[in-house]
């Protein structure tokens, strides 16, 4: 089945600064790649996604790259603020597209 | 448009108990996904119901289990709760067409005792 490796685990940005989050998958079929975001005592919010027929997406300051050859995905977070301080979870979704394969997660915190 | 609802939030059981947990999806979406988070795992996928029938089942044992109702409505239920269990039981909703978007609820916060 998939495997969807994501790093770094933690990530502590000053405000203003850039953050970019990695993640790895193993499934050529995966075609679906979703960004999620998880507040304290919240359930995972989608922010971005993107598919296989496209290399990159963007929304304000999020953006999400896709290397199909590689296997590889990246979110970015441009003009970090206080309020992106969260859990950002990245997933593929296998090719019948109906299951979710999620990564362990990063914790990304935001410094004032 | 309301989005997931699950309920109850939080519920504390004692070891040997059986639970269920209940999900409403957004209108009009006729896939259920469960899904079970805990610190060290990550989030794991449970099961998904599509029009009643369960579509895909990950890889937990059978005291794990669910069901969907004709307005689309999920319950999940463990029999037999270990202490392991203890976790957040998260559901997403979607329309259920090859990848789609899933929306999650708020979650159920399972202490088991």
């Known amino acids: 089945g998939e495997n969807v490796e994501q790093h770094p685990s933690t990530l502590s940005v000053q405000e203003g600064d850039s953050a970019v989050i990695k993640c790895t998958y193993s499934?050529?079929?995966?075609?679906?790649f979703p960004w999620y975001k998880q507040e304290l005592g919240k359930g995972p919010q989608l922010i971005i996604d993107?598919?296989?027929?496209?290399g990159e997406k963007k929304d304000q300051r999020i953006a999400v790259t896709l290397n199909k050859t590689a296997k590889h995905f990246s979110l970015h977070i441009t003009e970090t603020q206080p309020e992106d301080s969260a859990v950002y979870f990245c997933?593929?979704?296998?090719?019948?597209?109906?299951?979710?394969?999620f990564g362990t997660g990063t914790s990304l915190t935001v410094i004032p | 448009k309301a989005g997931v609802t699950q309920t109850p939030r939080y519920l504390i059981k004692t070891r040997g108990q059986q639970v269920t947990l209940s999900c409403s999806p957004i209108?009009?979406?006729?896939?259920v996904s469960w899904y079970q988070q805990t610190p060290g795992q990550g989030l794991q996928f449970l099961f998904e119901?599509?029009?009643?029938?369960?579509?895909n089942k990950g890889n937990f044992p059978g005291r794990f289990s669910g069901r969907q109702f004709s307005n689309s409505r999920s319950e999940m239920n463990v029999s037999t709760l270990e202490l392991g269990d203890s976790a957040l039981y998260l559901c997403?909703?979607?329309?259920?067409?090859?990848?789609?978007?899933?929306?999650f609820g708020p979650g159920t916060r399972l202490t088991v005792l």
């Open positions: 997403a909703s979607s329309s259920g067409l090859a990848g789609d978007e899933q929306f």
């Open positions: 499934d050529s079929a995966s075609n679906y």
């Open positions: 993107i598919r296989s027929n496209v």
């Open positions: 997933a593929a979704s296998d090719g019948t597209g109906n299951q979710f394969y």
């Open positions: 209108s009009g979406h006729r896939s």
């Open positions: 119901y599509f029009s009643e029938t369960q579509r």
